[in-house]
């Protein structure tokens, strides 16, 4: 099942320079151990104790998995995933 | 590197932080080549005077939009309602890949506008990249 995963540039060093990658899974869970088979350090950027990290949003075509079933969501062939960095910040200090 | 903006852009992005007191307010510039062409005002998501965060549906649909407007996201702008226009802790953490020094959106201007005094809001932009932020210059046609 081929599904096009877009690199956001922070993680581009690890995908050897490309800005979309090609992999198969069922669901973002797989989707994950398959971007770290093929490019190693790929999982621990993306989640932390299995989940997605906290600022980094995924989207299937253009739907966020927040509003779906998050990493359980299911895949299916020819989807389209971008992983974007959320947008965040203030002027509070921490 | 410099961010060039119409009179009028400046002051949307003004109009829009002013709107969202008590609250910080946030936005995308969309641009070429260090010109700002759009100028988009977005939602803060998780509102609060010392804090924002943009919703991730509409970041990802400007996003869109401007790849689509055959245009880059050249800069970020939010307010400090009550702060310096510079970027705080929070802001240099939040411009890297979590846990890394990696920038997220290494081409694009953090502009920051500061509301401590309302009638005369300051605005100033930076890059943020690898733990160094530095001044960019912003000109306003």
């Known amino acids: 099942m081929a599904i096009k995963v877009r690199i956001p540039t922070p993680l581009q060093k690890l995908s050897n320079g490309k800005a979309e990658v090609e992999c198969s899974a069922q669901n973002i869970k797989e989707l994950v151990d398959a971007l770290e088979r093929d490019y190693p350090g790929m999982k621990e950027r993306l989640s932390e104790g299995g989940k997605i990290r906290r600022f980094i949003n995924i989207y299937i075509n253009e739907e966020d998995i927040r509003f779906m079933n998050k990493e359980d969501t299911l895949l299916k062939d020819g989807d389209t995933i971008s992983i974007v960095p959320a947008i965040a910040g203030g002027s509070c200090q921490v | ?141």
């Open chain 2, 1 to 141: 590197m410099t961010l060039t903006f119409h009179k009028t852009d400046i002051q949307r992005i003004f109009d829009h932080c002013a709107a969202g007191l008590p609250n910080e307010s946030c936005g995308m510039l969309a641009g070429r080549d260090g010109a700002v062409e759009k100028v988009y005002c977005m939602k803060n998501a998780k509102p609060g005077p010392d804090y924002y965060e943009m919703d991730p549906e509409e970041q990802f649909r400007v996003m869109k939009d401007i790849r689509d407007a055959g245009l880059q996201m050249i800069g970020l702008f939010h307010s400090h309602p009550t702060g310096q226009a510079y970027p705080s802790s929070v802001d240099v953490a939040q411009a890297y890949w979590p846990g890394t020094q990696l920038p997220n959106y290494p081409d694009a201007v953090y502009v920051i506008v500061s509301l401590m005094d309302r009638s005369r809001p300051v605005v100033r932009g930076f890059s943020i990249e690898e733990g160094k932020v530095t001044e960019v210059a912003l000109h306003v046609l």
